[in-house]
């Protein structure tokens, strides 16, 4: 018998297949962390820019209020009543004081600002508080509930706080008046005009340096702080508000208020200087009014809520001349 070698055919297949380089161990070890820190820098960037937007929510939603240092008597001689009521919903209880004046069935309820209480005493609310007294009208001035300090709750531009104003003029109602004015600051203004949409109660309305929540006025306050890109960061914002203060933008009607004509007159008041809600909202407002007593008075250089302290005689004049037009 005849011994032979056996050799294994080489298959075709693997003649046709080139031949690769290995490629050295450090280079692809190299490659992997390298791709392995680039996507880690970009969840580090994409959290981070998140999580400023998260606080910037929770930081509108949660203004810090100073404490209330106090009172009508205290501050003007004025005699008053600790007075608490609910909101018109229902949904919390709202603490205030109850000025009264003799024999009068006239009431303003002040409906006071974003970060302030009721005394909001930059603008000042006392002196205007005297001043409505002297008028012979009684006085309602009430904390929003992101303002209390026994029912807190987060602000939301006017959406919750709308029923919380309600609550005061049915309380000034309850109270005798058979003529309510509301005299509203900044956001307290935007919170009447948002209200006024919901009720027949309200007979006049003096609104000081009107803010409107929107996402241009919105957009144009956190620009003054950080810049960030409009587009991508306003639809960040206006998903996280429902999270974190449980409520959307959406239920502002802000396009509607700037479309209203509203029935009773209403008197707007505001600053050129105003750097945080341009004073064209303000004559963008008072166009849409019909009512032959509304009026709008733009002071020349005057600031977001500072117009009674730069022209203190012109504003009680003004005011006065409204409210006996109006009422």
């Known amino acids: 018998m005849t011994s032979s070698t056996w050799t294994e055919p080489v298959l075709q297949g693997e003649l046709l297949q080139p031949s690769v380089p290995a490629i050295p161990y450090r280079r692809l070890r190299f490659k992997h962390v390298t791709v392995a820190l680039l996507l880690s820098l970009i969840f580090v960037i994409a959290f981070a820019f998140l999580a400023l937007h998260g606080y910037i929510a929770w930081v509108l939603s949660n203004p810090t209020v100073a404490t209330i240092t106090s009172n009508p008597y205290m501050a003007k001689r004025l005699q008053y009543e600790t007075v608490a009521f ?3 919903d229902h949904s919390t209880n709202l603490d205030g004081w109850y000025i009264p004046a003799a ?8 409906s006071h600002g974003y970060g302030a209480n009721r005394e909001e005493l930059w603008v000042p609310m006392y002196d205007l ?6 008028l012979n009208y009684n006085v309602v001035m009430f904390d929003y509930g992101f303002a209390s300090t026994t029912h807190k709750l987060a602000a939301t531009g006017g959406a919750i706080e709308s029923q919380q104003l309600l609550g005061a003029v049915d309380y000034a109602k309850q109270r005798g008046a058979k003529e309510v004015v509301v005299w509203g600051f900044s956001m307290g203004a935007g919170t009447a005009l948002q209200a006024a949409l919901k009720t027949d109660d309200i007979n006049a309305m003096i609104l000081d340096s009107t803010f409107l929540l929107e996402p241009d006025t919105l957009y144009h306050n956190i620009s003054q702080h950080i810049q960030l890109p409009r587009d991508v960061s306003l639809p960040i914002l206006r998903s996280l508000f429902p999270v974190i203060n449980g409520t959307s933008l ?3 009607p802000y396009e509607e208020v700037k479309q209203h ?3 009773m007159p209403i008197f707007f008041i505001h600053g050129t200087n105003d750097e945080k809600a341009p004073y064209p909202i303000a004559e963008h407002l008072a166009s849409n009014q019909s009512n032959a007593a509304s009026e709008v008075w733009i002071s020349n250089g005057s600031l977001h809520e500072m117009i009674y302290r730069q022209h203190s005689k012109e504003y009680l004049k003004r005011t006065a001349a409204f409210l006996n037009e109006a009422l």
């Open 250 to 252: 959406k239920q502002i």
């Open 86 to 88: 609910p909101a018109l």
């Open 261 to 263: 004509d509203y029935k």
């Open 129 to 134: 508080a005297q001043f409505a007294h002297r």
């Open 103 to 110: 024999n009068s069935k006239k009431t303003i309820v002040f």
